[in-house]
Nanobody, 115 residues
Framework: QVQLMESGGGLVQAGGSLRLSCAAS????????MDWYRQPPGKQRELVAT???????IYTDSVKGRFTISRDNAKNTVYLQMNSLKPEDTAVYYC?????????WGQGTQVTVSS
């Protein structure tokens, strides 16, 4: 069984920064990709950023230049550095890990950006 433990969410003023972490543990096979999604209040979940096993990254347009996704393969951990935060970044942020067996989701961490 695989567990994802997220941390780093909280309340921050607009323009501030937060760093999210997601550590995967358990019976993980070779990881193919690690992602961050978010779900704003009353809206659908959306992909924020992806990092592949090879280190390639993809970002949704609204966070390009402000967010950076990275990973520590030795620790099976993915990070999301969020800078210049805006009120519209307020959401529950979820990490997702895809290995060769399945897809796993974290429990979510709340990020609230005040104006």
């Amino acid at each position: 069984q695989v567990q994802l433990m997220e941390s780093g969410g909280g309340l921050v003023q607009a323009g501030g920064s937060l760093r999210l972490s997601c550590a995967a543990s358990g019976s993980i096979l070779s990881i193919k990709a690690m992602d961050w999604y978010r779900q704003p209040p009353g809206k659908q979940r959306e992909l924020v950023a992806t990092i592949t096993a090879g280190g390639s990254t993809i970002y949704t347009d609204s966070v390009k230049g402000r967010f950076t996704i990275s990973r520590d393969n030795a620790k099976n951990t993915v990070y999301l550095q969020m800078n210049s935060l805006k009120p519209e970044d307020t959401a529950v942020y979820y990490c997702r890990v895809v290995d060769f067996a399945s897809t796993y989701w974290g429990q979510g961490t709340q990020v609230t950006v005040s104006s």
